[in-house]
């Protein structure tokens, strides 16, 4: 039966969500120095809470030198849990579930954001990023100790009042460290096969399961989310990620959730490979993986694309940046309403963003009011009415060899006639080709938008600006000729018949 966007799901027994839509977790950098919510962080969340599924708060480091950025969200000590419960409740009074992201950076923890301390890691193995830090090995009380924090942590999710929470073993971060060979040289236990890697994902997710019951929270959601491929030699390939997460489904989480740019994506390693990843997660599923919701998320702007996600095989669509400029994103395309790609330049206090996501979402902003402006001036100056003050006016192009060469362009009063370069042998030939082309099809059309020759653009540009400072001298609009549309151009096949 076809998945409907605006049906019920029920993820485990007696949690039900309302619909099949999530808003993905994205990192907004707003929190105080020591990890404590703010009130412009929970500002966000309510504003975009309510028609929604669930929401997916941000990353939440479980210990305090786990920070992998700047304002990030922390979940390590109870005294966040006051500020936590606020921002459970903003989601929950608006009648989505809360469900929180926890993590720990692992080696892509900076010390310059950890108050100096060296990152730690399976190993000693720096990340493949500049300037990265070699960690410290953890030693296994390191890592009982950090599993632990694993579970205090969703035990301050569930005193907070969240639903759930979603374990974060993606995006190069410290689980999905100890799984890839790349990161994790152990020789111990937690190290070396396959099998002896991917004891760690498995013994965190047993945490807080245990802690979920521990805390009787019957109903407390636990998600799991993985990245299915990594670029690093040696490193994690996607049948790797099969055997995890075939693995992990014996646990019986309540969903995965895939970490990818686009929904639809095929493999980063071979490139040859144009079979989509979720093809290959459906082939390669076990009978108990296929009985868990799996999350899509990646490209996802509008109802068709939630939609394409849910037909593809999907069971669940986490939308993410599109809820930034669209906070009603859901109820706009329950009513089939197009969604906008971009938020407008004074939109910021509108869209409860905070400063810093505003500053790295630059991509997604425009000044709407400066962009009609300029296509009004656009058609304006399309339809001027151009004429000259006829005569031969001089110029000067900048040739290959940086030599100025000079021009001269004629004018009768309402057309370009001539240009006329200055004989100079052009010992390259594409510079000789700008100086042959660009003058006949700035005259044949009449305009000054004609496209440079590639390998010659800078001889290109000069010539085009020549010709510009040559109508400028002639009393005419320059301006109005860069942008005045070239005309049609009308083929003839061999029997004479015009082709458009």
Not at 107 to 122: C, F, T, V
Not at 222 to 237: C, D, K, N, Q, T
Request: negative net charge; glycine residues 8%.
């Amino acid at each position: 039966m076809p998945k409907k966007l605006f049906e019920e799901i029920e993820i485990k027994p007696g949690v039900v969500l309302k619909n099949r839509i999530m808003m993905a977790p994205m990192t907004i950098q707003a929190a105080y120095f020591d990890g404590t919510a703010t009130k412009e962080m929970i500002d966000y969340y309510a504003h975009r809470s309510g028609e929604a599924g669930a929401i997916i708060v941000e990353s939440s480091f479980v210990e305090d030198k786990g920070r992998g950025f700047a304002g990030a969200l922390g979940n390590n000590k109870d005294s966040q849990v006051k500020e936590l419960r606020k921002l459970a409740n903003a989601i929950k009074e608006k009648g989505s579930k809360a469900i929180l992201q926890i993590y720990h950076a692992g080696r892509m923890a900076a010390p310059e954001l950890n108050g100096g301390a060296a990152p730690i890691s399976a190993s000693p193995v720096a990340a493949l990023r500049p300037e990265a830090v070699t960690p410290r090995q953890m030693m296994p009380v390191d890592i009982d100790k950090m599993i632990h924090n694993f579970a205090d942590a969703t035990r301050r999710a569930i005193e907070a009042g969240f639903d759930g929470v979603e374990i974060h073993g993606a995006n190069t971060y410290l689980i999905q460290q100890f799984y890839s060979p790349h990161s994790n040289r152990r020789e111990d236990k937690w190290g070396g096969s396959r099998e002896a890697r991917a004891k760690f994902p498995e013994a965190v997710m047993k945490a807080v399961q245990e802690e979920a019951m521990k805390q009787q929270a019957a109903n407390f959601i636990v998600g799991y989310r993985f990245s299915p491929e990594e670029i690093e030699e040696p490193g994690i390939r996607f049948e790797d990620t099969m055997y995890l997460l075939n693995r992990l489904a014996k646990l019986k989480p309540d969903y995965f959730h895939v970490s990818m740019g686009s929904w639809n994506r095929t493999s980063i390693i071979n490139k040859e490979d144009s079979q989509p990843l979720l093809e290959k997660y459906i082939e390669q599923q076990s009978d108990e993986l296929a009985q868990i919701a799996l999350i899509g998320v990646g490209g996802i702007g509008q109802r068709s694309d939630a939609e394409a996600v849910l037909d593809a095989g999907y069971d669940l669509v986490a939308v993410g940046k599109a809820f930034l400029v669209e906070p009603n994103w859901v109820e706009k395309v329950k009513w089939n309403e197009a969604i906008k790609d971009f938020a407008d330049i004074n939109e910021q206090n509108q869209l409860q963003i905070p400063e810093p996501l505003w500053d790295v979402m630059d991509f997604m902003i425009k000044d709407v009011k400066a962009e009609e402006e300029k296509y009004e001036q656009l058609k304006e100056l399309q339809h001027a009415k151009i004429t000259f003050n006829p005569g031969t006016y001089e110029a000067s192009v900048e040739g290959h060899d940086g030599n100025d060469i000079g021009m001269k362009v004629a004018f009768s009063d309402t057309k370009i006639l001539a240009i006329e370069l200055d004989d100079q042998e052009q010992l390259d030939a594409i510079g000789t080709s700008v100086f042959k082309r660009l003058p006949e099809e700035i005259i044949a059309g009449q305009t000054l938008q004609v496209d440079v020759i590639s390998g010659a653009t800078v001889t290109s540009k000069s010539l085009i600006d020549g010709v510009a400072d040559a109508v400028e001298k002639a009393n005419g609009n320059s301006e109005a000729l860069r942008v005045r549309s070239k005309e049609v151009v009308q083929w003839e096949n061999t029997e004479g018949k015009q082709l458009f």
